[in-house]
C-alpha cells in the first residue's frame, strides 16, 4: 500500500524533473526517515532545554548581585556575538576531547547532548534578554504588594515576575524558538545524523540534491509553523486582560 | 527672520553636541570591560615575546596568523558582499510587499515567509550543489566558485529580512502623515521619498546593522561547503600542528576573532538604538 503510493509520488514529479526514486531504496528511505526523526528529537530535547537555562540566565541577571550578573553579562555578550558553529567547535572538538582525554575514552556526552547544550545556551541567552525585558516591565507596586504580603524573593520570582515576564515576552520567545529549529541543522556539522546530514549522505551516491534540498526546507517550513502556531495558542491562552501588549 | 535665528542656533548648538558625542564614545569603549580585558591579554604577550619563552602553541599561533587573518578577510568579503546583495533586492522586495495590488503583495509575502523560515546552512548547501561550478556566458566559460555560491546562500535570506525591516519602517510611520502631505497636494512618490524615506532610514539602521552581524556570524557555515574561510583555514592548523594545546588555542582564537569583528557591531547598534529611542 504504502510503496504503491510512494511509487505513484516518484511518477508524478519525475516528469516536473525531481527524481524522488530514492524513495523506492529501502535503506535510504529508512535513512532519511531516521534523520527526519532525529531532527525532531533535536528540537523536542532543545525547546525545553533552551527555556530553563532561559529562565535561569533571566533570573541571574535581575537578581542585583554583582557576582552574578557581571560574568552573566559577559556570556551574554560572548553567545550573542559568535556563531554558533564556532560555539559548536569549541565545545564538540575541544570540551569534548578533554573530557575524552581526562576519561581515557569513558565519555559519556554524545555528539547530540553537545549540540543539544550549544544550540539551547546559545538560544537560553536570547531567551534571558526577552525575559529580563519582561521581569523589568513588572510594575513596581506590584511588587511592593507582594513583599507586603511577605512573599520571599524567590516566591516574588516564581509566582509574580515570571508569570507576568511570560506573558511579556510570548512573541520574543516563539521568535527564538522558530530560530532554534532552523539552528539544529547545524548538527550536521559534526556528523549527528540529522535529515541534513542524512541528506547529505544520500545526494553524494546519487544526484538529486535539489529534491533533497526541497524536502528538508518543507520539513523545517512544517516545524517552524507548529512551533508558532503553538506559541499563538498559548499567547491566546495565557492572554490577561489589561496586561501586556 | 524668527526662523533664521534658530536655525543659527541649532546649528551654533550642533557642532559642540556632535563633539562631545564622539568624546563620550571614545569614553564609553575605554570603559568597555572587554576592551580593558584585551589591554590585559596584550600585557602577557608582550612579556612572553620580550623574554622569549613563548610556549610553542602560542608559537604556531603567531605563525598562522597571516593565514587566519586571510581566512577572516575572506568571510568579511562574503559578509559585505552578501549584505550589499541582500539590501539591494531586499528593498525591492520591500517596496512591491507595499503595492497596492494584492497578487504582487501575496508573493512577496512568500517570498519572505520562505527565507526566513528556512536554515541558512540549507540555504548554502542549496546555492553551493544547485548552481554549476562554471557559466557559459556567450564565447567564455566564466568559473562560478564556491565563496560566490555562499555569498548568493546568504544574500537571499538577508533579503528577506531586509525586506521586512523596510515595510516594518514605512509602516511604522503614521498614517496622519500620508493623509497631512495628500491634504498639502502631493503625489505618492513625492509623499514616499520626501517626507516617508528620510524617516525609514533612520529607523532602518540599527536593525540592518543586527543583520549585517549576524550575516557575518552565519559566514562560518561557508567552511561546510569547502570555502577557505577563518574557520576552515582553524581546522586545517589545527589537524596539522596535531597539538592539544594548539587545539585548544586555535579554536577559542576563532571565537575572539568572531567577537572581535562583531561586538562592536553590536555596542554601535545598542548606542544608536538608545539615540533613537530619545528623539
Avoid at chain 1, 564538540?92 to 576519561?103: D, E, G, P, R
Avoid at chain 1, 516563539?174 to 539544529?184: A, I, P
Wanted: glycine content about 6%; some cysteine; proline content about 5%.
Amino acid at each position: 500500500m504504502t510503496h504503491s503510493l510512494l511509487e505513484g509520488w516518484v511518477a508524478f514529479a519525475r516528469p516536473l524533473g525531481l527524481n524522488y526514486a530514492f524513495v523506492l531504496d529501502a535503506g535510504e528511505r529508512a535513512a532519511f526517515v531516521h534523520g527526519l526523526w532525529v531532527t525532531l528529537q533535536l528540537c523536542a530535547a532543545s525547546i525545553p532545554v533552551s527555556l530553563l537555562f532561559g529562565v535561569l540566565i533571566a533570573a541571574g541577571l535581575t537578581s542585583g548581585r554583582a557576582w552574578l550578573t557581571r560574568p552573566l553579562a559577559a556570556f551574554v555578550e560572548l553567545t550573542r556575538n559568535t556563531p554558533t558553529l564556532v560555539q559548536l567547535y569549541c565545545a564538540f572538538l575541544v570540551l569534548n576531547m578533554l573530557i575524552s582525554q581526562k576519561l581515557e575514552g569513558g565519555n559519556p556526552i554524545t555528539p547530540f547532548m553537545w549540540v543539544v547544550l550549544v544550540v539551547s545556551l546559545h538560544k537560553a541567552v536570547f531567551h534571558a534578554e526577552a525575559l529580563r525585558a519582561g521581569i523589568e516591565a513588572v510594575p513596581g507596586v506590584t511588587l511592593e504588594a507582594a513583599r507586603s504580603l511577605a512573599f520571599s524573593r524567590v516566591e516574588i520570582l516564581w509566582r509574580v515576575q515570571l508569570p507576568l515576564a511570560l506573558r511579556f515576552a510570548l512573541p520574543a520567545l516563539v521568535n527564538n524558538l522558530v530560530d532554534l529549529v532552523k539552528m539544529t541543522a547545524i548538527a550536521s556539522a559534526i556528523a549527528v545524523g540529522d535529515v541534513t546530514y542524512e541528506s547529505i549522505m544520500i545526494w553524494s551516491q546519487r544526484d538529486n540534491v535539489l529534491e533533497l534540498l526541497l524536502l528538508i526546507l518543507l520539513y523545517f517550513g512544517l516545524l517552524t509553523w507548529l512551533v508558532s502556531v503553538a506559541g499563538r495558542w498559548l499567547e491566546s491562552r495565557l492572554r490577561m486582560p489589561g496586561y501586556g501588549q | 527672520m524668527a526662523n533664521d535665528t534658530t536655525l543659527k542656533l541649532g546649528r551654533a548648538g550642533q557642532a559642540p553636541g556632535a563633539r562631545t558625542r564622539v568624546r563620550g564614545v571614545l569614553r564609553g569603549v575605554w570603559r568597555d570591560p572587554w576592551f580593558i580585558v584585551l589591554l590585559l591579554l596584550a600585557v602577557p604577550a608582550l612579556y612572553l615575546r620580550v623574554s622569549g619563552t613563548t610556549p610553542v602553541a602560542v608559537e604556531r599561533l603567531w605563525y598562522w596568523w597571516p593565514a587566519l587573518m586571510r581566512g577572516l578577510g575572506m568571510n568579511v568579503q562574503i559578509s559585505l558582499l552578501a549584505m550589499a546583495m541582500g539590501t539591494l533586492l531586499g528593498l525591492v522586495v520591500g517596496a512591491i510587499s507595499l503595492s497596492p495590488l494584492a497578487p504582487l503583495r501575496a508573493s512577496t509575502r512568500a517570498y519572505v515567509l520562505v527565507f526566513r523560515n528556512a536554515p541558512i546552512l540549507v540555504l548554502v548547501y542549496f546555492t553551493t550543489y544547485v548552481f554549476p561550478f562554471e557559466v557559459p556566458v556567450a564565447h567564455w566559460v566564466l568559473p562560478f566558485p564556491d565563496w560566490i555560491k555562499v555569498v548568493i546562500g546568504l544574500a537571499l535570506p538577508a533579503s528577506a529580512n531586509v525586506a521586512e525591516i523596510f515595510r516594518g519602517a514605512v509602516q511604522s510611520i503614521p498614517a496622519a502623515q500620508w493623509e497631512a502631505a495628500h491634504s498639502l497636494g502631493f503625489a505618492r512618490t513625492q509623499i514616499f521619498r520626501t517626507v516617508i524615506l528620510p524617516q525609514c532610514l533612520r529607523r532602518m539602521l540599527p536593525p540592518w546593522m543586527n543583520l549585517y552581524a549576524s550575516i557575518t556570524m552565519s559566514t562560518a557555515l561557508a567552511s561546510l561547503v569547502g570555502v577557505h574561510d577563518l574557520v576552515d583555514t582553524a581546522t586545517v592548523a589545527s589537524n596539522t600542528v596535531a597539538r592539544t594545546d594548539f587545539t585548544i588555542l586555535i579554536y577559542f582564537t576563532l571565537l575572539a576573532l568572531f567577537f572581535a569583528y562583531c561586538y562592536p557591531i553590536s555596542r554601535l547598534t545598542r548606542y544608536l538604538e538608545r539615540r533613537h529611542a530619545r528623539h
